[in-house]
């Protein structure tokens, strides 16, 4: 039996019937993925619009932290998912992967877009619980006997705990800037082996159409000398005709002579 083209091979036009379910399933897979990741890429677009705006909270942080998470995970996922396709190389394999790569683009943008705005201000504080509020209303509504250095005490103690507020969340903050510049790193080395893919797939395409440009080009080549041909053997067949209408002149007018 005659191998496979390689060609044809690698694009994985030919697949045998009982391969067949196994790729439909491979890109059902992919395609789940990429449904998946297509819904936190929305939520990780809306969280990036929270920050630096009054919806910018610590907690709309640390759910945009776990938008940007599941995103990457979901990458790496979808990247092993492509490395073991069974015909990875088929037309409609490579549309889902280049579709995944516009995702994973617009991700790396968006991680880079939320470095810089978390890096540039911090989030909202919460109210304070309502037990200090109460504390407050009550140290306000103290009687003029209270003393200034219980005044001054407690009010050392809420400067002390804003500043210590503060610098949770600038910690938190660093941390999850440094988070999302590994992720930006990551995600873009991932979009960098699915476009290795992706380009090895447009050689193999670019060598075929070479081969059928060449072949097209060979096939007018011969055309061309076909009818160069046709029309040599009509001039010899004309210059034939030609000789032996002259032969038979000379040859009449021999035995014109001879006769008289």
Same mark, same amino acid.
């Given at each position: 039996?005659?191998?496979?083209?390689?060609?044809?091979?690698?694009?994985?036009?030919?697949? =045998?019937?009982?391969?067949?379910?196994? *790729? &439909?399933? /491979? #890109? =059902?897979?992919?395609?789940? !993925? +990429?449904?998946?990741?297509?819904?936190?890429? #929305?939520?990780?677009?809306?969280?990036?619009?929270? !920050?630096?705006?009054?919806? &910018?909270?610590?907690?709309?942080?640390?759910? !945009?932290?776990?938008?940007?998470?599941?995103?990457?995970?979901?990458?790496?996922?979808?990247?092993?998912?492509?490395?073991?396709?069974?015909?990875?190389?088929?037309?409609?394999? +490579?549309? !889902?992967?280049?579709?995944?790569?516009?995702?994973?683009?617009?991700?790396?943008?968006?991680?880079?877009? @939320?470095?810089?705005?978390?890096?540039?201000s911090l989030p909202v504080a919460a109210a304070p619980p309502r037990g200090a509020q109460r504390d407050r209303a009550a140290a306000?509504?103290?009687?003029?006997? $209270?003393?200034?250095?219980?005044?001054?005490?407690? @009010?050392?103690?809420?400067?002390?705990?804003?500043?210590?507020?503060?610098?949770?969340?600038?910690?938190?903050?660093?941390? /999850?800037?440094?988070?999302?510049?590994?992720?930006?790193?990551?995600?873009?080395?991932?979009?960098?082996?699915?476009? *290795?893919?992706?380009?090895?797939?447009?050689?193999?395409?670019?060598?075929?159409?070479?081969?059928?440009?060449?072949?097209? $080009?060979?096939?007018?080549?011969? #055309?061309?000398?076909? *009818?160069?041909?046709?029309?040599?053997?009509?001039?010899?067949?004309? =210059?034939?005709?030609?000789?032996?209408?002259? $032969?038979?002149?000379?040859?009449?007018?021999?035995?014109?002579?001879?006769?008289?």
């Open positions: 039996m005659a191998p496979e083209p390689r060609a044809v091979r690698e694009l994985g036009l030919l697949s =045998s019937p009982a391969s067949r379910p196994s *790729v &439909d399933q /491979a #890109n =059902s897979e992919l395609k789940a !993925l +990429q449904f998946r990741a297509v819904t936190d890429y #929305n939520r990780l677009r809306d969280g990036v619009a929270r !920050l630096g705006s009054d919806a &910018d909270t610590v907690r709309a942080r640390q759910q !945009l932290s776990s938008f940007s998470q599941s995103f990457r995970d979901l990458a790496v996922e979808f990247k092993q998912k492509v490395a073991s396709h069974p015909a990875r190389d088929a037309a409609s394999t +490579q549309k !889902l992967i280049r579709d995944f790569q516009t995702l994973l683009k617009g991700s790396e943008k968006l991680m880079s877009i @939320a470095r810089e705005r978390e890096a540039a306000g509504a103290s009687p003029a006997a $209270a003393t200034a250095a219980q005044e001054q005490k407690q @009010a050392l103690l809420a400067t002390e705990n804003a500043l210590v507020f503060n610098e949770a969340l600038i910690e938190e903050r660093d941390a /999850a800037v440094r988070a999302i510049g590994g992720q930006i790193g990551e995600v873009h080395q991932i979009f960098q082996d699915l476009a *290795v893919l992706v380009s090895d797939q447009g050689a193999a395409l670019d060598d075929i159409e070479a081969n059928i440009s060449r072949a097209a $080009a060979h096939t007018g080549e011969a #055309n061309v000398q076909l *009818v160069q041909a046709e029309r040599s053997q009509r001039a010899a067949r004309g =210059s034939w005709c030609v000789l032996l209408a002259a $032969a038979a002149a000379v040859l009449l007018v021999l035995i014109l002579i001879i006769a008289a």
